[in-house]
């Protein structure tokens, strides 16, 4: 490759990361204000965390390419503090939310992540899916002069809904024709030019909020200093902190799936406590992973750190310098835009796995989305491992079988298979009969596997039955450390050095 030919690659790299960077800001400036007002927080707390957020984790995370900002699964949280406490406690509760986001990074407990089951992760895109699109319908109410609130109806609704299939056109059609700039930002630009050319009567950003300010003050929250505010402030941390983390480490692998590169979910987790503690400083109602803003700059093609700075000055700038001409844009715009991302979120193919796959992760993935819908994403996705570990646990217990035969010296072998553990040690037991085996009985653990000490208590607790009954039982293939913690069994073990396993039984003695 030439030089101008990689002049101009590198070229085209930054012009899609920084258009995508202005697409994904006006596509966050709606959500910032909702979710803002949602906390019962003024829009530019909001608008601040996204500034701030979106920066630091875009400049020094683990996921080049996501976007994070304020989130709505975060402020549905705050909700109740801010209520109760005020918002100097919130900013307070940030601070800490990102002390411990820094403390699991430095325990390195990002890795875990990974072992998050994948019907579980189609059950939170799904679920998100859903929500970012139910979520767009509160655009289409209007607020009464007495507080209350009624759907919108006749001219109003069909100029919307017109605008917002016009939008959804544009940015299905126009890669056909070129791609030069981002069919989001293009669907965005022309849906506004026509509407503040024509003078149509609709709602705009502007009617959320105003998002004029200046720049982000250094505040110290006002809270005492004691027991008392840890007391009410930790529980939120910590909650938060969860969501927070849930939220990014599943969107981050969610990324790494569709672009088949690895993201740092550590550095990942450093980058957006230390962002929270910041923005917390200054203004700002903290944040996390966006998986629908994310989805809009991924599917742009921008992958670098650049997009999502850029996404971070351009937000800035409109706070500064542009929110009159920002407030103009019609919400149907932005609408058009999520509902968009909401259809490319959702896995459509997961409709097509009823019968093909086994039934119990077709329920987990639907358990996930439907909890994910109705309560929140920490709760869905805990939900969703403990109850994929129930199923593993109870769909391996039943593997566990022996082969009975009897030997050359009249002995009774039982040839066990499968992995002994606390779920499967009921069974285990069931396969013996002690008062009716011969006198010499011979368990085989070459092709099993003893797995936890509940199985070594259960292997202690037959030999005790054996013994009670008179009988010689020998037990073989063991491995070494399981001879070790047998107390019942030392003299039933025949040793076999060639043969004997050399896996570790996993138990608290060994640690």
């Known amino acids: 490759m030439s030089t101008l030919d990689i002049s101009r690659a590198r070229f085209d790299e930054i012009k899609i990361n920084l258009l995508s960077g ?10 910032a204000i909702a979710f803002a007002l949602i906390a019962h927080v003024s829009p530019l707390t909001g608008l601040y965390a996204a500034v701030i957020v979106s920066f630091i984790t875009s400049a020094f995370g683990g996921r080049p390419g996501m976007i994070s900002g304020a989130t ?3 402020a549905v949280v705050m909700v109740a503090l801010v209520v109760q406490h005020g918002v100097e406690y919130l900013f307070a509760t940030i601070v800490l939310m990102g002390v411990l986001q820094i403390l699991f990074a430095v325990a390195k407990l990002g890795k875990f992540i990974r072992m998050v089951p994948h019907p579980v992760m189609l059950g939170f895109v799904n679920g998100l899916a859903i929500v970012i699109f139910l979520a ?8 009464n002069p007495d507080g209350t609130t009624t759907w919108m109806s006749g001219q109003p609704l069909y100029v919307m809904m017109a605008l917002i299939a016009l939008t959804v056109a544009i940015i299905y059609l126009l890669p056909k024709l070129t791609k030069a700039i981002p069919s989001t930002l293009a669907a965005i630009a022309s849906v506004s030019i026509g509407v503040i050319y024509f003078g149509l009567d609709t709602k705009t950003v502007g009617d959320l909020g105003s998002i004029g300010g200046g720049l982000p003050a250094f505040h110290i929250p006002t809270v005492p200093l004691n027991l008392e505010t840890l007391y009410i402030i930790f529980p939120y941390a910590l909650i938060l902190a969860a969501v927070g983390l849930i939220e990014t480490l599943l969107t981050l692998n969610l990324i790494d799936e569709m ?31 966006m998986i629908g803003q994310s989805m809009i700059n991924i599917n742009n093609g921008a992958l670098k750190r650049l997009s999502g700075i850029a996404t971070s000055v351009f937000l800035l700038s409109f706070i500064l310098f542009a929110s009159k001409w920002i407030e103009m844009i019609p919400l149907a715009a ?18 097509h796995l009823f019968g093909k796959v086994p039934k119990q992760d077709v329920f987990v993935g639907l358990l996930v989305g439907a909890v994910t819908i109705v309560a929140d994403l920490a709760i869905a996705v805990i939900s969703g491992v403990i109850v994929s570990a129930l199923v593993f646990a109870w769909e391996h217990a039943k593997q566990i079988s022996v082969h ?14 499968g992995s002994l553990f606390f779920a499967s040690i009921s069974h285990f037991q069931s396969l013996f009969n002690p008062m009716q085996d011969t006198e010499h009985v011979v368990i085989d653990f070459k092709n099993a596997r003893v797995v936890d000490h509940s199985a070594l208590v259960a292997i202690d607790s037959l030999a005790s039955k054996y013994r009670a009954a008179g009988k010689h039982l020998h037990l073989k293939h063991l ?13 039933m073990i025949e040793v076999n050095l060639q043969e004997d396993p050399k896996y570790r039984v996993s138990d608290d003695k060994l640690s």
């Open 22 to 31: 202005l697409t994904v800001a006006l596509a966050m400036v709606p959500e």
């Open 72 to 74: 709505g699964s975060l």
């Open 136 to 143: 767009q319908f509160g655009h289409f109410k209007t607020l």
């Open 259 to 289: 672009t088949e590169t690895r993201g740092r979910p550590n550095r990942e987790s450093m980058a957006q406590g230390a962002a929270n503690i910041v923005t917390a400083f200054f203004g700002g109602m903290g944040g996390c992973a």
């Open 334 to 351: 932005l609408i058009g835009v999520m509902f968009v991302v909401a259809e490319k979120t959702f896995e459509w193919g997961t409709l």
């Open 404 to 417: 009975a035969y009897t030997d050359e010296k009249g002995w009774k072998v039982y040839a066990l298979n």
């Open 479 to 491: 491995s070494k450390d399981c001879q070790e913690l047998l107390e019942n069994a030392k003299d």
